[in-house]
Each structure stands twice: as C-alpha cells, then as structure tokens.
C-alpha cells in the first residue's frame, strides 16, 4: 500500500479534554520549529523551561539527588548525570536510565526529573538516572548517542556505587529521548555493551524520512509537526539528512535487523506527527521474534501527558506504564498466573 499523503486526508480528531487543554495553550504550542527560527527558539526554551537545582530535586530530604561527571565516549567531554533516588531505600534499586526529550535541540537532564521522581521512584522504588546530552546543531550524531552510551556504560559498570542492580536497568526516554533510548538499545546490542531488561519508548523520535500518513495528516496541527521534525533532523543531521546509507543508530526506523533487543514499551497518540513510524517500529519487533507492547492512545497528541495531566487519558496512560514496568522489573518465575 502507498503510505504517500493525498490532500484529502482527514486529521483523527483530539480526544476532548485534550483539545480543551491545548486551545487553552493557544498558538503558540503549536508554532513550528524552522531552520530560520532555531537559535532564537532554543534561547527561548533555555529561558523558559524549568531547570530546578540539585537542592530543589531532593524535595526537603525525600530524595538523594547528585550530580555526577563521567567520561565521555572515546576522548569526547565528560557527561553528566543527574542520579537520584527515593530517601532511605534499602538494597540495590532497579534503575531507569533516561533521556529526555526536546527533539534533540532543547530540553535538559533536570527538566524532567520532578515528574519522574514523583511518577516512577517512588511508586517503584526506582532509582532514576537522567543523562544531560549534547544537543543540534551544535552537536551533531552522532555526539548525542554517544553521550547517553557513555554514561550508561559509566552506570552499568559502577551500579554498586549508585545503589542499583545492574541487572534491573531500563533504558527510556520520551519523543527525542525515546528515538535516543531506541538507538541506545540497537546499539549496546551491537557493540556487545550491558544489556537492559527494557526499553520505554515514549511517543520516540524514530525516522528522519518524516513521510508517514501521519505526518502528513497532522501537519499543522500536532504540537510537533512535521515542520518541526525536519528542523530538528536536519540540525542532528546535518549533511547527512536524508542519506540513503544512514545508519540505523541515527534514526532507528533506518533499521532492518531488530531483533535481539530488550523488550520495548511504545506508546504514541492516534493524532500525532510520529504515529505510523512508532507502530511500524512495534510491528518490526514483533516480525523480528521480539517483545513490544504497543499504545496508540486515542486522539492524543505529542506530549499530551505533559500539558493536561490530568485528563482521563494521560492518567490511563500514566498507569499502563507503571504497569509495564512493575511486569518488566519482576522476577522470572515469580508470577502466580498459570504457564502459557
């Protein structure tokens, strides 16, 4: 079947509460990315995003917090990790290697923690991991994967120190993050690195061709469209943007051997730009002999857990990941269900 987009493709309609909270972000949630409005974008973002400190993440005592340097990746700059944990936690905690999102051009490693600390060590009993990368344009892959592959070596190997057993480690990240965390997974696999349990793909950033249905469908009208997701391909990429022989590490939809990996965890919104790349890639796995739980929420956007919280779906979404995650930190050969 032709994926190409006609001009009378209907957009999915948002879910309701989610379109009442995205009118209420107005236009400017939706203003795209381009090449001309980058650098001032990202200035922006750097000013606006929250970026609480080290003494904020600890909440008055409730979590340890540190921020670590490790060596970066064959003589690049050291990287930092931002390791925390809930306070007073016995014993060696399973560990959420993440990266955040911000399609590879903003965001930062302390962002995103509040909400993690708050969603999944606690609940868990999680220690959490956040990788502060290098972002495009001015770092180009493949410095971002390299960054996240050096520091999660860096974790694996002195688990002992922080806490964790390196044998409970999942690897995850959301949008970018989530793209980030897929490349992680092809390529600790193909490098022979430690292997994690799993990988939490959240609404990830897969395939820089940026020509599905979906893309075409939510043009305009996603909170990320496609004029966004070429922006950030191209500062990632470069030269390289588009290139026939991309490497799968680059953009993981490029990939035409999945198979090997940890399993996945992908979650997108019916009414999203990534929509179709993130379901071709659950379909990869499973055709692959893989594991992969698949989540099209319906009428969700890019990010909606992020902007309405609180809305029915974001909380059902919230819960499905816990559960995953709950299922993929348990023991083999603990469940009380019958064999299959």
Known sequence: MDLARTAQDPAPPFDPELGVALAALGDRAREPYTPENLADRQERDAADRPRPTVTDLRADGRFEVDELRVPGESGAPDVTLVSSRPAGTAGPLPLLYYMHGGGMITGNAWSVLPRLLREVALPLEMAVVSVEYRLAPRARYPAPLEDCYAGYVWAAEHAAALGVDADRVVIGGKSAGGGLAAALALLTRDRGGPTPI?????????????????????????????????????????????????????????????????PAYIEVGSAETLRDEDVAYAQGIWQAGGQAELHVWPGACHGFDAFAPRAALSQDARDARSRWLRRILTPSGTGSGPAC
């Open 198 to 262: 799993g990988q939490l793909l959240l609404c990830p950033m897969l395939d820089d061709r940026n020509d599905t249905v979906s893309s075409h469908q939510m043009a305009g009208i996603d909170t990320w469209d496609r004029t966004s997701n070429a922006t950030a391909w191209q500062a990632l990429l470069g030269d390289r943007y588009g290139a026939a022989d991309l490497p799968p590490y680059a953009a993981p939809a490029r990939a035409t051997d999945l198979s090997g990996l940890p």
